[in-house]
């Protein structure tokens, strides 16, 4: 009873008084953390989904090997992305974002409209070939009719940031009088689109019925020489086109 009315002992001149009591951690740190760590998770499970979706398809593609991949969980798939539909539409979502974001670093000089328009050519392209799970989980998709992209809310956007990059440069090169009038953004890119996406998507068949290798470096550095040339003529003025016969 003595000890616990003692006196506490007294300290000598200048030294600051300790404090038994532990700080605070600081705010917001632990859920900062969280955060962090919840977006890795989620950034892994998605890298996993679209390996997993580009190797086996949509139905094909099992949550449990996602899961595997991700060094993850089922649960957090779910608790992420709702199903396993979720998920693959994030894949898609991002495949596209990332395109977009590609796109968007492009550097293109307007006053040079027809050597701006090779270097968007050369960008899908290359962008193609460099990404195959684009091409492939876009087979994939279309082989469901859509129906998985068709529910983004954001699906409208995927396609606005390449209309306007082609629309700045055709614009220009009309003015310019380099292109015909008649030359607008959809055509273009649909053009463009098609002849870089048939061929890598069906290299391995086209070999079989060609009879020769279409995806060796000489294919491939032909076919976009190829490219650039067939858009080139396209929306070139009809006085610079050559005539039949000729």
């Known amino acids: 009873m003595k000890d616990a009315l003692r006196k506490p002992e007294a300290r000598p001149a200048g030294e600051p008084q300790r404090s038994v009591a532990r700080r605070a951690p600081r705010a917001g740190r632990p859920s900062g953390i969280r955060a962090a760590n919840a977006q890795a ?4 499970i998605q890298r996993a989904a679209t390996r997993v979706f580009a ?4 139905d094909g593609g099992r949550v449990e090997q996602i899961s595997k991949a991700a060094k993850s969980y089922d649960r957090m798939i779910y608790y992420y992305f709702g199903s396993k539909e979720g998920l693959y539409l994030a894949v898609l979502e991002e495949l596209y974002r990332k395109f977009n974001e ?3 670093r492009l550097a293109l000089d307007l006053d040079r ?7 968007v050519v050369r960008f899908v392209w290359n962008y193609y070939r460099h990404n195959p799970e684009f091409i492939t989980l876009l087979n994939t998709e279309n082989l469901h009719r859509g129906r998985h992209i068709a529910k983004s809310p ?3 956007e995927y396609s606005s940031p390449a209309m306007k990059l082609l629309d700045r440069v055709l614009e220009r090169g009309i003015a310019l009088g380099q292109f015909r009038r008649t030359a607008n953004a959809r055509d273009t890119y649909l053009m463009i689109a098609a002849l870089g996406y048939f061929y890598l998507s069906n290299r391995y068949t086209l070999t079989t019925f060609l009879g020769e290798r279409v995806d060796t470096p000489e294919a491939f ?6 490219m650039v040339d067939a858009v080139r003529r396209a929306v070139a003025p009809p006085d610079e086109l050559p005539r039949a016969g000729s």
């Open 41 to 44: 998770t989620r950034e892994a």
């Open 102 to 104: 590609a796109e968007s």
């Open 221 to 226: 550095e032909h076919w976009e020489a190829f």
């Open 113 to 119: 409209p027809v050597e701006a328009l090779a270097d």
């Open 55 to 58: 190797r086996h398809g949509f």
């Open 154 to 156: 954001r699906a409208g």
